[in-house]
């Protein structure tokens, strides 16, 4: 059984001039120990996706369609008090501000400490214990006088090791990494991204992987979404989506990325810009930008097919 | 382009920050001044035409390198020349003033909010008196052009674009008073891939057309590598590899440089086919305010031994790069 199935969900936000769709017939799933890559540009709805997962929509964001299966249950539709007892315990969250996602008056070990607490069944003694582990398992040097010490102690990439000790600590099956490694440089964002690969094999922990960096993902994902304006445009195995990619705008989105094993006279460059969703054109989002476009591409909205190696939401390979 | 005439040179500049706590505190807590060495005796020199990038992570001085080249910040130390004359007497001089520009990182910060798009890019051309009346908005919507947008965008405020195209106003404003140099800080970090793309070409075709000089500011190396002819890897304040690109990526000497070419994830590891193979770099980069001592980078060099612990390494050629490396300069464990 899959740990996560996310099918057709659909995100709206009400609004005076009418209901925007920022997330459209969104579907994938995560199998145990799987390390799904989302992918997108800025707007994409990659953020959006995990928030609705964890049931952390920002009102007036509403859940419009579709369900989200956790283990076979359904977890879209359960109540408040319900669904806090799932994060956490069974949902494990990473965000990309290490220094927003800890409590700055708590020391590290408090904060490790009352997470698990909540979530096992531990006398304060074990928990402590547990957390020094939990330090020294992310690599945290001289856990044990370290655990005292607040998060403004630490520097950015200790500090996200932390929150990283934080997601996993109460043993969920699931991790949400919402861009990791983003705010940290490349010496150390290499550091955490072996450390992420790490634990979640150790453990056989299903990831969501969402970063907009190309290289971190074919680094650390099994599979990747390639997501735009709201839908999943390409979903496939890692090797086959960055090597031979379907979609056009994936094949675009590879194509602008510098690379460093080869030096290329110009970067392939998708003119214009995503389409806001209050202006999504008819047909497949992609179309007015698309260098392959035809009749059908403007009319008729595409849904994922087979597409060569992957799957891809795209009428050319109808 | 067979012109080979250096247009910036730094000789050796240092630049210090004073970080000092207030004097009473200090006194009370009977500390002395405390100085940031940012830049730390710092040479390259960029020819006309061409791209010199400098790579390093948060806190190597790369942007301070930047600011110092467009007279920004003064140096402390050491020397900057702009066509043979010292920068800070160039500088008096609004018609040498003029053929030096600066892209910064953040498009949202570094366009005035409350400006239409027509009068920032003006700014330079009525600043520097370049163009009078009617000719500046002819000018504007040229460079306008030029940059890929349409003159009629010359309207709209700051607001009304994307990140990508901001970047693109920043670039036309950088352009509007027809520099010769330009400092890039950063110019695509804040913005996604694709439209990165897009501005990277942007900036070479411009350089083509114009022949205009370029130093590149980036902790990105394959950004980096697109761009550059010559590439200087900076850390901790010096720089520590320094030569033509392609040599450099080809067969890169100083131990940081080869550890950060390792640490980076590339699109090229997808599906463990990995044409390099990974190593992260342990350990985290020093204070600046407290550098280790020798070689700043030997708490983490697998390569180090007691002299890198003693001996500030000088900068000794290999082919056609500098390094600043005790075990290169030794034939150690290359």
Redesign the interface.
């Given at each position: 059984m899959n740990v996560l199935d996310v099918e057709n969900l659909t995100v709206e936000f009400p609004t005076r001039r009418g209901v925007l769709r920022a997330l459209d017939h969104v579907s994938f799933s995560i199998a145990p120990g799987e390390v799904l890559g989302v992918v997108g540009?800025?707007g994409a709805g990659k953020s959006l996706t995990g928030a609705a997962i964890i049931g952390l929509l920002e009102p007036p964001g509403r859940i419009g369609g579709g369900q989200v299966l956790l283990q076979g249950h359904r977890i879209d539709d359960l109540p408040y008090e319900k669904m806090r007892r799932i994060r956490g315990k069974q949902i494990g969250a990473i965000f990309q501000d290490p220094l927003t996602t800890l409590n700055p008056l708590y020391s590290v070990g408090r904060q490790l400490i009352e997470t698990m607490q909540t979530h096992l069944p531990l006398s304060n003694a074990d928990a402590r214990l547990r957390a020094v582990r939990w330090l020294e398992d992310v690599g945290i040097p001289a856990a044990k006088q370290r655990i005292d010490a607040y998060p403004h102690e630490f520097?950015g990439?200790?500090r996200q090791r932390v929150v990283i000790a934080l997601a996993l600590c109460a043993e969920p099956r699931l991790v949400i990494a919402d861009e990791p490694t983003t705010a940290l440089?490349?010496?150390?964002?290499?550091?955490v991204?072996?450390l992420l690969r790490r634990l979640t094999q150790e453990r056989g922990l299903s990831v969501m992987l969402i970063t907009?960096?190309?290289?971190?993902i074919?680094?650390?994902a099994d599979r990747i979404a390639v997501m735009y304006a709201g839908r999943v445009v390409e979903i496939g195995?890692?090797?086959?989506?960055?090597?031979h990619p379907s979609h056009p705008y994936t094949v675009?989105?590879?194509?602008?990325?510098?690379?460093?094993?080869a030096?290329?006279e110009?970067?392939?460059?998708?003119?214009g810009?995503m389409p806001r969703l209050n202006a999504m054109p008819p047909g497949c989002p992609f179309n007015p930008r698309c260098p392959r476009t035809f009749d059908r591409c403007r009319d008729e909205r595409p849904e994922l097919m087979p597409a060569r190696q992957t799957a891809a939401a795209c009428w050319l390979y109808a | 382009m067979t012109e080979t005439r250096t247009i910036l040179e730094a000789i050796e500049v240092t630049r210090t920050f004073d970080v000092s706590r207030p004097w009473l505190q200090r006194t009370l807590a009977g500390e002395g001044r405390r100085v940031l060495r940012a830049v730390d005796a710092v040479s390259f020199a960029v020819t006309l035409g061409r791209t010199l990038s400098l790579v390093g992570?948060?806190g190597c001085g790369k942007s301070t390198v930047g600011r110092l080249a467009v007279g920004l910040y003064a140096p402390s130390g050491g020397e900057i020349r702009f066509e043979g004359q010292n920068l800070s007497a160039a500088r008096a001089q609004p018609a040498l003033r003029r053929r030096t520009n600066m892209i910064f990182q953040d498009p949202y910060a570094s366009l005035n909010p409350r400006w239409r798009v027509s009068d920032i890019v003006a700014e330079p051309i009525r600043a520097f008196r370049l163009l009078k009346g009617r000719d500046v908005q002819d000018r504007v919507g040229q460079l306008l052009t030029q940059v890929g947008l349409s003159p009629r965008d010359g309207e709209k405020y700051p607001h009304e674009f994307?990140?990508?195209?901001r970047q693109r106003v920043s670039i036309a404003r950088a352009l509007s008073s027809e520099p010769e140099f330009l400092v890039c800080d950063e110019p695509t970090s804040a913005l996604?891939?694709?439209?990165?793309?897009?501005i990277?070409?942007l900036m070479?075709d411009l350089q083509e057309r114009m022949q205009i000089t370029y130093l590149f500011i980036s902790?990105?190396?394959?950004?980096v590598?697109?761009m550059s002819n010559l590439l200087g890897v900076m850390y901790l304040g010096r720089i520590v590899e320094y030569g033509p690109g392609?040599s450099i990526?080809g067969n890169p000497r100083h131990p940081y440089t080869r550890?950060?070419?390792d640490?980076?994830?590339?699109?090229?590891?997808?599906?463990?086919?990995n044409?390099?193979a990974?190593a992260?770099?342990?350990g985290?980069?020093p204070s600046p305010i407290s550098p280790p001592s020798g070689c700043t980078f030997h708490p983490r060099c697998p390569l180090a031994n007691a002299r890198c612990r003693a001996e500030v390494p000088r900068h000794t050629l290999d082919g056609d790069v500098l390094a600043a490396c005790h075990a290169v300069e030794e034939g150690r464990g290359a």
């Open positions: 540009e800025s520097s990439g200790m440089d490349v010496s150390i964002q290499a550091q991204i072996a907009h960096d190309m290289g971190v074919a680094e650390a195995g890692v090797a086959e989506v960055v090597r675009g989105l590879m194509g602008s990325i510098p690379v460093l094993d030096r290329v110009r970067l392939r460059q998708i003119e810009a | 992570e948060s994307s990140g990508g195209q996604d891939v694709s439209v990165q793309a897009q990277l070409n070479r902790h990105n190396l394959a950004v590598r697109h392609e990526f550890l950060l070419l640490a980076i994830p590339d699109i090229g590891m997808a599906g463990g086919t044409s390099r990974r992260p770099i342990g985290e980069v």
